[in-house]
């Protein structure tokens, strides 16, 4: 089944510790994002990506981190200077700039102690 | 900053017509109207989108003013499973970025 995953659901870290999230698709889309979400809040975009070895900064991005080697993969680091990391993490990807569906992965929540 | 308004919650009995209002009255020409819900703890699912005229799909219908300061999502016939928040949202044809508000958190009741 084509798709985006992300991996843990359920992720805990202590504070001061770096993190890092993983997002992954086979749906062969160029665009992938990441946004953050808190309780009873819309969604904030934190990075996006439109090509491999290519992303710009979001609305939210201080205390991430990024990277896009490989088409399928957008990893999140969430590093020790983010004040509240404790949020819901959501992955999405599209074909591209222009195009209308942004398809979302299931999510993960970090929970720092 | 979210470009729309959409009321905090509404109820809608299974079976019946569930009327989705939002609010972009500084819409600019260039922008469309999404619509995507997010069923607790989930992923948002993108539902519908539109310009100026009317759009319908299988899961629902999209009516816009012919000023285009707003717009009703419509699902036909609601059940348990449509319970969620619902987001309206504005995009410009030019740019990625998808601006979430805080949505309308629909129930369906049986």
């Known amino acids: 089944d084509g798709g985006i995953t992300q991996s843990p659901k359920y992720l805990f870290r202590k504070e001061g510790q770096n993190v890092t999230l993983s997002c992954e698709q086979n749906?062969?889309?160029?665009?992938m994002y990441w946004y953050r979400q808190d309780p009873g809040q819309g969604l904030r975009l934190i990075y996006y990506?439109?090509?491999?070895?290519?992303?710009q900064k979001g609305d939210i991005a201080e205390g991430y981190s990024v990277s896009r080697e490989k088409k399928e993969s957008f990893p999140l680091t969430v590093t020790s200077a983010q004040k509240n990391p404790t949020a819901f993490y959501l992955c999405?990807?599209?074909?591209?700039?222009?195009?209308?569906?942004?398809?979302f992965g299931p999510g993960t929540r970090l929970t720092v102690l | 900053d979210a470009k729309t308004t959409q009321p905090p919650s509404m109820d809608c009995a299974e079976g019946r017509a569930a009327n989705l209002p939002c609010n972009h009255s500084?819409?600019?020409?260039?922008?469309?109207v999404y619509w995507y819900r997010q069923i607790h703890s989930q992923g948002p699912q993108y539902i519908i989108h539109?310009?100026?005229n009317n759009e319908t799909n299988e899961m629902a219908s999209l009516i816009i003013t012919e000023d285009r300061k707003s717009s009703t999502l419509i699902l036909p016939h609601a059940t348990l499973r449509d319970t969620a928040v619902y987001y309206c949202?504005?995009?410009?044809?030019?740019?990625?970025?998808?601006?979430f508000g805080t949505g309308t958190r629909l129930q369906v009741f049986p």
């Open positions: 999405a990807s599209t074909y591209g700039r222009g195009y209308n569906e942004q398809f």
């Open positions: 749906l062969n889309h160029d665009a």
């Open positions: 990506s439109q090509i491999v070895n290519d992303f």
């Open positions: 500084t819409i600019s020409g260039n922008e469309y």
């Open positions: 539109g310009l100026k």
């Open positions: 949202i504005v995009r410009a044809s030019n740019t990625d970025k998808l601006i």
